[in-house]
T-cell receptor
Framework: KAGVTQTPRYLIKTRGQQVTLSCSPI?????VSWYQQTPGQGLQFLFE???????NKGNFPGRFSGRQFSNSRSEMNVSTLELGDSALYLC????????????FGPGTRLTVL | SQQGEEDPQALSIQEGENATMNCSYK?????LQWYRQNSGRGLVHLIL?????REKHSGRLRVTLDTSKKSSSLLITASRAADTASYFC??????????????FGKGTKLSVIP
């Protein structure tokens, strides 16, 4: 099976812009989670989607949003970008919410100038 | 917030030596997992140990869990240069909606010198 894929892999934006990141989970996986990784804060949970519903959200401002489509693909959006949003954004999928092992994609490196 | 805290933050060893990393966490857990991340890339799941297990092996990996001390350790035996990576422990918390999230420590950066 193909692994989790994320597009784009690298992105450069300027402050105030918005960005959309995409994640395609492993075939058959219905749960998709997003994480932000920065040198200062480490890995932090953003949100989790299952069957097109957001079931869980981390402690991030409303500028961070996401959605999941019927084919389980997911997108996350960050509006009004700030310098501090520069990070590696990781998407992970799992079969269902009860399977604890998550399979991570390679990440999208976002740089905000 | 960080649930797990890895120790040491960085570790440098010679190829063939064993590497031990420790993780402490704050609240009760269902499971504890270890992941590996090669520089700036995605995480790879290594092993999961349930709260009612004390030790688990997978190839050259050995994980122990002490729930009374809220701590876990990851031992990599006979290390190889390819083991150079950052290692993270993660605990999972279940939300009321049936979802769960992984809470990661800050990781141990392992360098294996050939």
């Amino acid at each position: 099976k193909a692994g989790v894929t994320q597009t784009p892999r690298y992105l450069i934006k300027t402050r105030g812009q918005q960005v959309t990141l995409s994640c395609s989970p492993i075939s058959g996986h219905r749960s998709v989670s997003w994480y932000q990784q920065t040198p200062g804060q480490g890995l932090q949970f953003l949100f989790e989607y299952f069957s097109e519903t957001q079931r869980n959200k981390g402690n991030f401002p409303g500028r961070f949003s996401g959605r999941q489509f019927s084919n389980s693909r997911s997108e996350m959006n960050v509006s009004t970008l700030e310098l501090g949003d520069s990070a590696l954004y990781l998407c992970a999928s799992s079969i269902t919410g009860t399977h604890r092992t998550q399979y991570f994609g390679p990440g999208t490196r976002l740089t905000v100038l | 917030s960080q649930q797990g805290e890895e120790d040491p933050q960085a570790l440098s060893i010679q190829e063939g030596e064993n590497a031990t990393m420790n993780c402490s966490y704050k609240t009760s857990i269902n499971n504890l997992q270890w992941y590996r991340q090669n520089s700036g890339r995605g995480l790879v799941h290594l092993i999961l140990i349930r709260s009612n297990e004390r030790e688990k092996h997978s190839g050259r990996l050995r994980v122990t869990l002490d729930t009374s001390k809220k701590s876990s350790s990851l031992l990599i035996t006979a290390s190889r240069a390819a083991d150079t990576a950052s290692y993270f422990c993660a605990t999972d918390q279940t939300s009321g909606a049936g979802s769960y999230q992984l809470t990661f420590g800050k990781g141990t950066k392992l360098s294996v010198i050939p």
